[in-house]
């Protein structure tokens, strides 16, 4: 249950990355904005790429926790593998880069989380459970 709930806010969060590269529609720069809108939705991106990366870092130590639990060396393994790409995704958004190498990013993570569950379930299957 605890990875559902994981690979549920991973994909929250890379649907915020992709709000997080545009303006807020109520405060959006128009062809004929001036340099001030535009430097106010540049540091609203920022902002919300930090909070972000607050976000990704927190989820990272939940995939700590996931590793700690977990007997399976092939589980581990890939939840290892999450974990690294998860800190260089919030190195990325720690840059205010939210874009396709984030949400690529984010995308292997999401993969990898389904394996990893899959793995998980097929060995209680296998073990009976």
Not at 40 to 65: P, R
Request: with cysteine; glycine share 6%; proline share 1%.
């Amino acid at each position: 249950m605890k990875i559902i709930r994981f690979i549920s806010t991973i994909i929250v969060i890379t649907g915020l990355n992709c709000q997080a590269d545009q303006a807020d529609t109520k405060d959006a720069v128009s062809p004929k904005g001036t340099d001030k809108d535009m430097a106010k939705a540049i540091e609203q991106h920022g902002q919300k790429a930090l909070l972000l990366a607050l976000e990704q870092d927190d989820l990272s130590a939940d995939v700590q926790d996931l590793i700690d639990e977990m007997t399976d060396a092939e589980v581990i393994g890939l939840l290892q593998e999450i974990e690294i790409v998860m800190a260089d995704t919030t190195d990325l958004l720690e840059q205010k880069n939210t874009g396709g190498e984030t949400i690529a990013a984010e995308t292997e993570v999401i993969e990898k989380i389904f394996e990893a569950a899959k793995k998980k379930q097929q060995n209680q299957k296998q073990d009976g459970g």
